[in-house]
Structures are given as structure tokens and as C-alpha cells.
């Protein structure tokens, strides 16, 4: 099939400086504002569609990638790509082989691919994961969508089990998250979209530095704990995963912005329990350079094994509003003063500084449900204790509903002003809500 020379023209015009779909489909349409250049109508059809990333329910929901502009009650824009015709869809393979611009190489491949348009959709694959490439590399585009690239490179070349172009796109999503990491000038979380992709593939086909550059992804989070703490509003104590409580030197370092924290540990991180004192050894022997370090007079122990022997009393009901009505609940905690063992490469203070371990161990349970470490006063009472540990149930609880119920998670665009404008009016609708279920006068249906 033939294209009408000017049509060409006009698209590689639209795609020469384009730095979103948006302008190129934009620059096609206002060649024909109404709709009357039936030759222009399937790409203007192909720049309108949403590529849906990856690891959204969005995608999920639609069965596919691609997804609409806009929609409503049975209509959208563009149509779904299984209704496309076969005519537009010629007309888009003639346009590829026509024109070598990423942009159109990108999309237009990739439109191909996901029809598995003949006689050869693996040629448009191909084609559409080196135009995703090349658009990576080009600064123009927003750094987010870049990344966006990488991760639909790295999906059709996984789908076409094309070994060389699955580790060309690894090393450019490393080298895009090393960038990042030790930038952080693309925005927060641009280190983590690159890395997500990689988390996803199979074991065998991991790089060996993943592991090592997401045990750095904490870093980011208190870099923004921290930039966070110089703003003008109420500090609240910090609360993390495992990823974090598990590091000392992350937690030092929150410490010492004198932010309190409440961070998950795992069974096997290793304390000094209360008893231990910390005392400079006498030097034996032949004269020579004082010892200066302190020295703790027993070893560390696992939390597991300082937990388990515990006598009973130790323990305690703890009663707190925290069920889902705002209901009273009585957890069995207990609560016990430790110090950190991990003197990491002597980055932290030594003697380490005392900390709460807080523990919550199920009645009737075989072992412990839950570990924290905390750096709140030692006169903290054992309620707040239990109830900022408990916290981040009820914070991923209100995730869960910004996504299932308020649409967190269908935001398309591609600029962090736009998320900053979408998470703070779901939010605010979220809180709205909140308060509405907890307004006496306005009871919920039985």
C-alpha cells in the first residue's frame, strides 16, 4: 500500500520536535481539525493511545497496553485496537517502513505487534523496542516517560525472547537508576520505576548488581524524610518496613535529624539486651597504644531467641482504638529496652544508644506475629508504643482504598506536576470520606 506523500510530510513533521504523543497527535490533528482527511484518521488513531505501564491495575482492568484518550458510557477515543481496521492497520505498516524516526518506529511497532499484524510482527516488535530505545535517550522527552520507554523495551524484547536486546535494555535501566541514585535530579521515585522492571524478571535473568542497588532504594526514602523534616509543618514520628528498621545507619541518620521512628526488624537482627554494659579493657601484657573503643561484656543475641526467653509477665495486654469501626483493641505486646549490634564499619556511635524493641505476640500463637525498634523516650507509654507499631496497618489499609476505591492508581500522565495535582485531590477526597464514615449523623446502611 501507498501513502499519500503529504501525509508523510506531515508526520514526520509532527514527530521532528516532539517531546510527548500528545504534541504529535496535536500537530496531526491541526492539519485536519475536522476529521475530513480519512488518510490521516489511523494516525492520529495511533499517537492518541494511552500506553498503559506495566504494573498498573489500569492495564489489568483494559486486557491490554493500549488504552483510550478519553472514554465514556459506550464511546471512546480512540476506538479499542481489535476494532481498528485492516485498512488503517496497512496504512501503519506502510508508514513504518516509510519513515525512520524513533518516534514512529516506537508506536507504530508496537501497535503492529499487539495486532501480531502479518506477515511478520516480530519485525514490527523489533522495530518498536529500538525506537523505545532511541526515545530513552533523547533528554526532550520528561524523565519519567523515559523510563516508561525502558520498561516497554524490556517487555517486547521479553515477549520476543530476543536474549541481546533484553540485556541491552537491562544495562540502560541500570545505568538509568545508578543516574538516579546517585542524582536523585529526575524527581523521587525515578530510580524506582527504572528498578521495578528488573525486580519483575525471572531470578536467572537479574543482573547481579540489582540486589546491591536496591538495598540503596532506603537511602532515597530517608533523603526525603529528611528534606521533609526542614519544611514548616508538625513533625510525626517515621514509620517503615523492614528495610529500614533493619539498618542501622539509616536509622542513625533519623535519629540524629531528631525525627522519632517506629521500623519494622526482622527476628534475626541481633540487639544487646539492657544488661549489657560497655567498658574500655585494661591492656595486658607488654606496654603499648591504650585501648580507647569500649567493649560490650556479652554477645548480642538474635530478638527471636531475646523474645523467647522472656518470662511471662513481661507481657501485656495493650488497649487501643484501632479496628476498622475505631473499635477498642487489646494486642499482647511487650516491650524491652536494647541496644543496636551492628556497629556498621563504625559509621554509627559506640556504645550504641538504647532503643525500644517492641513485640507483639498473639495469645494463644506459637511465636511472635511482629517485630519493632523505636527510638521514642524511655518513658513512652506502652499504648502510644502499640499503637504507632500497629500504625502502618491502617496506612496501607488507606492505600489499598486510594487505589480499589478512589483511583490513585489511574493516573496516565507523565509529568510529576500532574501526580502532585492527582494524589493531592485523592487524597483530599479520601480524607473527605473519612470523615463522613466517622460523622455520628450520618450513620452507614446496615
Not at 192 to 208: K, N, T
Not at 392 to 415: A, P, V
Request: aromatic content about 8%; charged content about 25%.
Amino acid at each position: 500500500m501507498s501513502i499519500d506523500p503529504k501525509l508523510l510530510d506531515w508526520i514526520r513533521e509532527a514527530v521532528a520536535e516532539a517531546e510527548s504523543w500528545e504534541e504529535i497527535r496535536a500537530s496531526l490533528q491541526a492539519h485536519d481539525p475536522d476529521g475530513e482527511e480519512v488518510g490521516l484518521r489511523p494516525f492520529v488513531f495511533a499517537f492518541s493511545y494511552r500506553l498503559h505501564e506495566r504494573f498498573t491495575s489500569t492495564r489489568e482492568r483494559a486486557g491490554s497496553p493500549f488504552g483510550a484518550m478519553v472514554a465514556g458510557e459506550g464511546w471512546r477515543f480512540p476506538p479499542a485496537l481489535t476494532d481498528i481496521e485492516e485498512a488503517d492497520v496497512t496504512a501503519w505498516q506502510a508508514a513504518l517502513a516509510a519513515i525512520d524516526h524513533p518516534a514512529v518506529q516506537a508506536r507504530l511497532g508496537d501497535l503492529l505487534w499487539e495486532r501480531r499484524a502479518k506477515p511478520d510482527p516480530h519485525l514490527a516488535a523489533a522495530a518498536a523496542a529500538d525506537g523505545l530505545l532511541d526515545l530513552a535517550s533523547d533528554e526532550r522527552w520528561p524523565s519519567m516517560e523515559r523510563v516508561h520507554f525502558l520498561s516497554r523495551a524490556l517487555e517486547l524484547a521479553t515477549q520476543m525472547r530476543d536474549t541481546a536486546r533484553v540485556s541491552a535494555t537491562i544495562e540502560r535501566l541500570l545505568a538509568f537508576a545508578e543516574a538516579d541514585l546517585v542524582g536523585s535530579g529526575g524527581g523521587p521515585g525515578l530510580s524506582l520505576g527504572a528498578l521495578r522492571p528488573l525486580v519483575a524478571l525471572p531470578s536467572e535473568q537479574r543482573p547481579d548488581s540489582l540486589d546491591a542497588m536496591l538495598q540503596r532504594v532506603p537511602e532515597l526514602g530517608v533523603d526525603l524524610v529528611e528534606r521533609a523534616a526542614g519544611w514548616d509543618v508538625p513533625k510525626a514520628p517515621v514509620l517503615g518496613d523492614q528495610a529500614y528498621g533493619d539498618n542501622t545507619v539509616l536509622r542513625e541518620r533519623l535519629h540524629h535529624a531528631e525525627l522519632e521512628y517506629v521500623l519494622s526488624v526482622g527476628a534475626e537482627t541481633k540487639v544487646f539486651t539492657s544488661e549489657t554494659t560497655f567498658m574500655v579493657p585494661q591492656r595486658q601484657g607488654s606496654p603499648g597504644r591504650p585501648r580507647s573503643r569500649p567493649r560490650p561484656d556479652r554477645e548480642p543475641v538474635a530478638i527471636a531467641q531475646l523474645i523467647a526467653g522472656l518470662p511471662g509477665e513481661q507481657f501485656q495486654t495493650v488497649t487501643f482504638r484501632d479496628g476498622p469501626e475505631g473499635q477498642p483493641v487489646t494486642p499482647r505486646f511487650c516491650f524491652v529496652r536494647v541496644s543496636a549490634s551492628n556497629r556498621a564499619e563504625k559509621r554509627t556511635p559506640w556504645p550504641p544508644r538504647e532503643e525500644w524493641l517492641i513485640c507483639e505476640w498473639p495469645e494463644g500463637h506459637e511465636k511472635p506475629s511482629d517485630y519493632w525498634i523505636s527510638n521514642l523516650p524511655a518513658d513512652s507509654e506502652p499504648e502510644q508504643l502499640a499503637r504507632l507499631a500497629r500504625l502502618r496497618w491502617k496506612i496501607e489499609l488507606d492505600y489499598k482504598q486510594l487505589k480499589g476505591e478512589l483511583g490513585l492508581d489511574h493516573y496516565e500522565g507523565r509529568s510529576w506536576l500532574g501526580w502532585y495535582h492527582h494524589t493531592a485531590l485523592v487524597t483530599a477526597a479520601h480524607g473527605f470520606l473519612t470523615l463522613e464514615r466517622q460523622n455520628p449523623n450520618h450513620p452507614r446502611p446496615a
